[in-house]
Nanobody, 115 residues
Framework: QVQLVESGGGLVQPGGSLRLSCAAS????????MNWYRQAPGKGRELVASATSSGSTNYADSVKGRFTISRDNAKNTVLLQMNSLKPEDTAVYYC?????????WGQGTQVTVSS
C-alpha cells in the first residue's frame, strides 16, 4: 500500500516563503506524476503544480514564478518551494501521486498566509 506523508506547512506573513515536502512509501510504479493540490475554505480542490517521473513540470497560472516543484525519483519525494506568498495562497495543501492504475493522497498540511 502506497502512503504519502506531507510536512512543512504553517503560518507565514505575506511575502514570506515555505517549503512543503511529501514522501511516498510502498511499491510505486512508473511512469507517474506527483502533484500538489490545495483547497481553500469553501472552494474546490485546485491543482497547483505537477512533476512527472520523466522530469516535466507544470504550474497553475496563479503560482507561476512564485512556486517551484521538484522531485527526487530515487527517494520518491516531492518538494514545493513557495515564495512571495499571498493571503490567497491560504489553503490545505495535499500531495497526490498518480500512477498508471491508481492514485494516492496525503493527509494534507495547512498553509496560512496572514499578517
Amino acid at each position: 500500500q502506497v502512503q504519502l506523508v506531507e510536512s512543512g506547512g504553517g503560518l507565514v506573513q505575506p511575502g514570506g516563503s515555505l517549503r512543503l515536502s511529501c514522501a511516498a512509501s510502498g511499491i510505486i510504479f512508473r511512469p507517474n506524476t506527483m502533484n500538489w493540490y490545495r483547497q481553500a475554505p469553501g472552494k474546490g480542490r485546485e491543482l497547483v503544480a505537477s512533476a512527472t517521473s520523466s522530469g516535466s513540470t507544470n504550474y497553475a497560472d496563479s503560482v507561476k514564478g512564485r512556486f517551484t516543484i521538484s522531485r527526487d525519483n530515487a527517494k520518491n519525494t516531492v518538494l514545493l518551494q513557495m515564495n512571495s506568498l499571498k493571503p490567497e495562497d491560504t489553503a490545505v495543501y495535499y500531495c497526490n501521486l498518480r500512477c498508471p492504475d491508481d492514485q494516492y493522497w496525503g493527509q494534507g498540511t495547512q498553509v496560512t498566509v496572514s499578517s
